[in-house]
């Protein structure tokens, strides 16, 4: 068989490899975080670490199918992938099992599924059939709306699940918008970092610190205008109305939309709550287990606040504590360049390839993987408030890592598939 006509010659190894690694990497550090010694082997079914075994397995299988099949199917049927995914979201909602406060877990028997996790997949696919239609042209009302609500359904359906984590993932497609030409999404993104960075000064200083900040802006800004002459004044006087304006319903936003829960984790995050026995229990704990490790860690099954189980979820969500305390900080090091190793090459690889569907889809993989990766590592050590997301291909979890492994599987047919579109 041909180099060109051979499914293992064309496949991007590199990528592979980055993704083995860390499934290996995560697969040893929930052994470790879950070891019992009367059950000592890491192949034992009945325990968690077994159990993961099984979801890898499965997921090597699943992502070898995905390999054999021809990658046209994937952008034609697209759609249908969209659909189905957004009617398991609405089933969630009908006959959904709650699990920690959130309603997005369907169970069949001893199986738990949550939908949600291959919804961002499913988004990512129908985005990318729909940008890649001749007639789609994101200069366009029209297909800028169609693009911003097959996004926005299931994430306000995730939303209605209570599950925020999952849903402000969604976000992440914003870049794939940005790279393909929507007018918008660069002041979208401009816009969100401004509301994010008012909401947390606000908090931080209240309104009024804010109010004498922003009219100090506005002064110098209108007196800068009219010394320079330069045009735009309107825009930059309705910028500052909307800044005073999200400024003034900053506190109405956070007592009465937030719930507590996720109030008492935002304070703590800026230091305005100390609770390390109750809502900021499991940030102190990981940030404690991860600065223990030191700078080589204290060895794989040697970490103390591991083994006594002090952190709660350390295999799921907050897997990386296990990471940092036995690797230390050459641990967490690896950890991180091989998931910047692998967000670099997936972008490398999108911008080589030959449809707007494939290069679509791989920005938007890349987006889901950054987001995750960045808010789960930042809750672990205390940067961003505890939403509960998985750490892809590390946590444990049946859906994550199904989920993940066919998002990267189907992206890496795509590209070995490129030479044959013309």
């Not at 976000?171 to 794939?176: D, E, L, N, R």
């Not at 304006?245 to 995050?269: C, E, G, W």
Request: proline letters at 2%; a positive charge.
């Amino acid at each position: 068989m041909s180099e060109r006509n051979s499914i293992i010659g064309k496949i991007d190894w590199v990528t592979v490899l980055i993704y083995l690694a860390l499934v290996i990497i995560g697969w040893f550090s929930i052994f470790s975080a879950k070891y019992d010694e009367m059950h000592p082997s890491i192949f034992d079914l009945s325990q968690v670490y077994g159990k993961q075994l099984i979801w890898i397995g499965a997921s090597l299988l699943i992502g070898f199918v995905i390999l054999l099949i021809d990658a046209k199917f994937f952008n034609a049927f697209s759609l249908w992938f969209y659909i189905f995914f957004l009617v398991a979201l609405l089933a969630v909602l009908v006959y959904g099992k709650a699990t920690k406060g959130a309603t997005s877990w369907i169970e069949f028997g001893p199986i738990k599924f949550q939908p949600s996790e291959f919804a961002k997949m499913a988004t990512a696919l129908a985005l990318a059939g729909y940008l890649d239609r001749l007639d789609v042209d994101l200069q366009k009302r029209k297909d800028q709306i169609v693009a911003a609500v097959l996004i926005l359904i299931p994430m306000a359906l995730v939303l209605l699940q209570n599950d925020t984590g999952s849903a402000i993932v969604f976000v992440s497609f914003i870049f794939v918008l940005y790279r393909e030409g929507f007018p918008g999404a660069g002041w979208a993104m401009t816009a969100g970092a401004t509301a994010i960075l008012l909401f947390v000064c606000t908090l931080l200083w209240s309104q009024k610190v804010m109010y004498i900040i922003l009219g100090s802006l506005l002064v110098l800004s209108v007196v800068y205008y009219i010394v320079t002459k330069k045009k735009g004044i309107v825009k930059m006087l309705a910028v500052f109305a909307f800044m005073f304006v999200f400024v003034f319903s900053v506190d109405y936003a956070f007592h009465k939309v937030l719930q507590q829960h996720q109030q008492n984790r935002i304070l703590v995050m800026l230091g305005k709550l100390d609770d390390p026995q109750g809502v900021g229990y499991n940030v102190h704990q990981s940030k404690i287990a991860i600065g223990s490790g030191g700078f080589t860690g204290k060895g794989f099954l040697q970490g103390t606040q591991t083994k006594y189980d002090f952190v709660p979820e350390q295999h799921t969500d907050f897997i990386f504590c296990t990471v940092g305390e036995e690797g230390g900080f050459v641990g967490t090091a690896v950890v991180v360049l091989l998931y910047v190793a692998l967000l670099v090459r997936i972008i490398i690889l999108a911008e080589r390839q030959r449809s707007t569907f494939s290069r679509v889809y791989g920005y938007a993989i890349a987006g889901i993987l950054f987001v995750h990766v960045a808010i789960n590592i930042g809750m672990t050590i205390g940067l961003v408030p505890v939403i509960g997301i998985p750490l892809p291909f590390l946590s444990y979890g049946g859906s994550s890592m199904l989920a993940f492994t066919m998002m990267l599987a189907i992206f890496v047919k795509q590209d070995a598939n490129r030479l044959n579109i013309l």
